[in-house]
């Protein structure tokens, strides 16, 4: 490899004998050396700092003739490819090798994937299918269909469970795959370290030979030009060479002030999928699935109190189901009054009350009946039905007890309460029309929280 480098750089300098000032040559170029072309990254060692600094300057300027941009296009015509430059003393160049072998003992590659967040475990809704769907199709062919991808949503709604579900299955389907994980953050932190630690050349080629680039909160980018400046390269690298990039971010690519257009450009030339807040059916799913994770059982009307007065935020679920697991280890039942608890103490603040008169004005818009006729005496057919399930939901929605609901209901008796609950109880499981009108209304409510 080494006798390698050398023969390309001597027909390097060949081309640039001819096209660069000779003073220019004999100050810059004679003394140096090609030692490394991994990536698209081509390292030069130079004899001190000082032709170091002039170099680099070089690359700034604008005039395509340039002595930076003659040893580009010199590097191009040899190799067949157009790689950037970087320039390195010897000191420097040993320093580099050393950290770099350093970090990836043995050529270890460390993916930072959470195997626990897979397709398998990710809940499927409304909400999410589409961006799921296109995440499965990046797993299946990487690099191949929408490239890049871009997901956005709101914190919480699972972007980062698709990126690693993304990353699982590519592993496990190619093995041999490199497949890179990483937060916003985290690589403008490791951008920054390499220019501290002089090591640019040991963190471009970590980032430019994965084949896989999977990157959270592109939003936290750094607005350092020279920060975007490098993912704008590594994004070029890796695309050119048909390696996959998925992007996750909390806005639309049209409200990302913090990036450069050419950066919005580039990610807008694949496939922009987002996730919305999850509607009723989803959250109700989620919450049972995290409850069998944690061999959690709770009763189905609690299930329709956290879905319909949680947040958008599978977290705050999350954070639900933990207070119930913690409770349950100190002898705690799962009661609509934990769940009503758990819902506070995650907030800090009043849970979320759906009154009576809410679910009552709900099911009076639904069935067309007068809010009057819901809370007079009237025995008529549709008007009963109307009235059963809205005491109904009052009881399984809210932590009112039969005599209180009663009392709402202009003074029924708190055993016609009973009667009421029970009696649209019974017929959620006999009656399809009426589990799915139970379910309408539900999600109605849901959204007036």
């Not at 270890?108 to 897979?118: D, I």
């Not at 879905?307 to 977290?315: E, L, M, P, T, Y």
């Not at 009663?406 to 008796?413: C, L, S, T, V, W």
Request: proline share 2%; net charge negative; glycine share 4%.
């Amino acid at each position: 490899m080494e006798s390698n480098l050398q023969d390309i750089w001597k027909n390097c300098l060949d081309i640039l004998h001819k096209r660069t000032n000779r003073t220019f040559f004999e100050a810059y170029l004679s003394g140096c050396n090609l030692v490394s072309l991994k990536g698209n990254v081509a390292v030069i060692q130079v004899t001190d700092k000082f032709i170091k600094s002039r170099l680099e300057s070089l690359s700034g300027e604008t005039n395509n003739n340039s002595l930076y941009k003659e040893i580009v296009h010199a590097l191009a015509e040899v190799t067949g490819t157009e790689y950037s430059l970087e320039f390195m003393t010897k000191e420097e160049f040993i320093s580099a090798e050393i950290s770099s072998s350093e970090e990836y003992p043995n050529d270890e590659f460390v993916t930072h994937l959470n195997s626990r967040l897979t397709f398998d475990s990710f809940i499927i809704g409304s909400s999410n299918k589409f961006a799921h769907a296109a995440a499965s199709a990046v797993a299946e062919k990487p690099g191949e269909k929408y490239n890049p991808l871009f997901i956005y949503g709101n914190s919480g709604l699972g972007k980062t469970h698709l990126l690693h579900a993304i990353g699982n299955e590519i592993k496990e389907n190619n093995p041999d795959m490199k497949v890179l994980y990483i937060t916003t953050e985290n690589f403008t932190n490791d951008f920054i370290e390499s220019l501290k630690h002089k090591t640019p050349a040991s963190f471009r080629e970590k980032f430019r030979n994965v084949d896989v680039l999977l990157i959270d909160d592109i939003q936290f980018i750094a607005k350092a030009i020279s920060t975007q400046e490098e993912f704008f390269n590594t994004f070029n690298s890796l695309h050119n060479e048909g390696k996959q990039i998925v992007i996750t971010s909390d806005r639309p690519i049209s409200e990302l002030s913090v990036l450069e257009d050419r950066l919005k450009t580039r990610f807008s030339c694949g496939l922009i999928a987002d996730i919305q807040t999850p509607d009723y059916e989803t959250k109700f799913a989620i919450i049972e699935r995290k409850a069998a994770e944690n061999d959690i059982l709770i009763e189905n009307d609690i299930i329709d109190y956290i879905a319909i007065s949680s947040g958008s935020s599978v977290r705050e679920i999350e954070g639900v189901i933990n207070h119930f697991s913690l409770s349950l280890s100190q002898g705690r039942d799962i009661t609509m009054t934990l769940a009503k608890e758990a819902i506070k103490h995650l907030n800090g603040n009043d849970v979320n009350e759906i009154s009576v008169a809410v679910i009552i004005d709900v099911v009076s818009r639904y069935y067309g009946i007068s809010v009057e006729d819901i809370m007079s005496k009237k025995r008529t057919r549709n008007i009963t039905v109307a009235r059963h399930i809205a005491i109904f939901l009052c009881r399984s929605l809210t932590n009112l007890s039969f005599p209180e609901i009663g009392k709402a209901f202009n003074g029924i008796h708190h055993t016609s309460v009973m009667g009421a609950f029970e009696s649209i109880n019974e017929k959620i499981s006999t009656n399809p029309d009426i589990k799915s009108s139970i379910d309408d209304l539900k999600k109605t409510l849901s959204s007036n929280i």
